[in-house]
């Protein structure tokens, strides 16, 4: 049997990674905190415009490793696939609360998007020279 904090993080997951952030959002409390490797973020809007430019311009697909939950809280942890980088794991650990997601602890493996980072920044020296 799921768990109920496990189905609204699923479905959550389903939502943005398939690019309907609306749907995600309705998942998600007004007053959510989400702690992340750039630092917390408090509320929708902020936890919408973290996600928004991740979810619309650079995701190409998830896929599920893991996911585990009780009546409380899920961990979901996968692997994306984006534009930057091949191979990206990430984790969510999220806390829900009358059936909206108030808490996400967000961790990824930021070394690929750093390095295609520096890829782009020697690509633009090679080429003002």
């Given at each position: 049997?799921?768990?109920s904090?496990?189905?609204?993080?699923?479905?959550?997951?389903?939502?943005?990674?398939?690019?309907?952030?609306?749907?995600?959002?309705?998942?998600?409390?007004?007053?959510?905190?989400?702690?992340?490797?750039?630092?917390?973020?408090?509320?929708?809007q902020?936890?919408?415009?973290?996600?928004?430019?991740f979810?619309?311009?650079?995701?190409?697909?998830?896929?599920?490793?893991?996911?585990?939950?009780?009546?409380?809280?899920?961990?979901?942890?996968?692997?994306?696939?984006?534009?930057?980088?091949?191979?990206?794991?990430?984790a969510?650990?999220?806390?829900?609360?009358?059936?909206?997601?108030?808490?996400?602890?967000?961790?990824?493996?930021?070394?690929?998007?750093?390095?295609?980072?520096?890829?782009?920044?020697?690509?633009?020296?090679?080429?003002?020279?």
């Amino acid at each position: 049997m799921t768990s109920s904090a496990l189905q609204i993080a699923l479905a959550y997951h389903r939502a943005w990674t398939g690019g309907d952030l609306d749907l995600a959002m309705g998942h998600i409390a007004g007053d959510v905190v989400l702690d992340a490797p750039a630092g917390r973020l408090a509320g929708i809007q902020a936890y919408r415009e973290f996600l928004a430019p991740f979810a619309e311009r650079f995701l190409v697909r998830t896929e599920m490793i893991a996911a585990f939950g009780d009546d409380d809280r899920a961990l979901m942890m996968y692997d994306a696939e984006t534009i930057p980088a091949k191979s990206a794991p990430a984790a969510e650990c999220v806390t829900v609360r009358d059936g909206k997601i108030v808490y996400n602890r967000f961790v990824f493996d930021r070394t690929p998007f750093d390095e295609f980072r520096r890829r782009q920044a020697q690509a633009g020296a090679v080429q003002g020279r």
